[in-house]
């Protein structure tokens, strides 16, 4: 088990440019989210999947935001023509659905996160 | 919808003295609770949480958190902080829905260790 690993660690960008963002997740670990964290801010949910279906988007994640997990291991976040309000930091946590355990405190799968990627855009 | 206050923005602590963190919750059931600090350019290392039972909840680095239903609270405290407690810590709410537990955090409270 190495953790959840995200690449790059950093992206410097000019304004307008695509930059896409990997993301590898615990293995077999079936769910994936992705948060943005800006400066001075809690991190906040852009998407999450449930192994290669992408079932729920935030409002935040924009048309020019697109992820995906093809094959239900790693994920991409890419964001077409960059503005300056896109810099933060990107962070990526993925879980493992367990099946019923006993009581509530088998109810809810704890995510992982990994170290983020923070984008900058000039 | 569920949401999370951290009403201190910035606390400052002498070395060896104690730390309170406070978080207050908004969550229509019981909520699943987090502690999570994250250290300068690094992402989130889960502290302790709660999901049920005992109020008081222990966790990693000699943290503990007090889940207070009455008061929607979920305070962290420590008794006797160390210069690398210094870090941005955020409190988190969780819930389920349709499968997707994902996490609601506060704005964070940015923990300062003087000597």
């Known amino acids: 088990d190495t953790g959840v690993s995200q690449d790059p660690r950093h992206k410097i960008t000019k304004r307008g440019q695509n930059v896409t963002f990997r993301c590898d997740p615990i293995?077999?670990?079936?769910?994936l989210y992705w948060y943005r964290q800006t400066l001075g801010q809690g991190p906040e949910f852009l998407t999450y999947f449930q192994n290669e279906a992408q079932l729920e988007k935030s409002r935040l994640l924009s048309d020019r935001f697109s992820a995906e997990r093809p094959k239900g291991s790693f994920s991409t976040l890419e964001i077409q023509r960059t503005e300056q309000g896109d810099s933060a930091m990107y962070l990526c946590?993925?879980?493992?659905?367990?099946?019923?355990?006993?009581?509530?405190?088998?109810?809810?799968?704890?995510?992982?996160f990994g170290p983020g990627t923070r984008l900058t855009v000039l | 919808a569920q949401s999370v206050t951290q009403p201190d923005i910035h606390i400052t602590v002498s070395e060896g003295a104690s730390l309170e963190l406070r978080c207050n919750y908004s969550y229509g059931a019981t909520p699943y609770l987090f502690w999570y600090v994250q250290s300068p350019g690094q992402g989130l290392q889960l502290l302790l949480k709660?999901?049920?039972?005992?109020?008081l909840v222990q966790g990693i680095k000699g943290f503990e958190a007090e889940f207070k239903r009455s008061q929607s609270s979920f305070n962290l405290r420590k008794p006797s902080v160390h210069w690398s407690d210094a870090a941005e810590y955020f409190c988190?709410?969780?819930?389920?829905?349709?499968?997707?537990?994902?996490?609601?955090f506060g704005t964070g409270t940015r923990l300062t260790i003087i000597p």
């Open positions: 709660y999901f049920s039972g005992d109020t």
């Open positions: 988190a709410v969780g819930g389920a829905w349709f499968g997707n537990e994902k996490l609601t």
């Open positions: 946590a993925s879980s493992k659905k367990r099946g019923p355990g006993s009581g509530r405190a088998g109810s809810y799968n704890e995510q992982f």
């Open positions: 293995s077999e670990h079936n769910r």
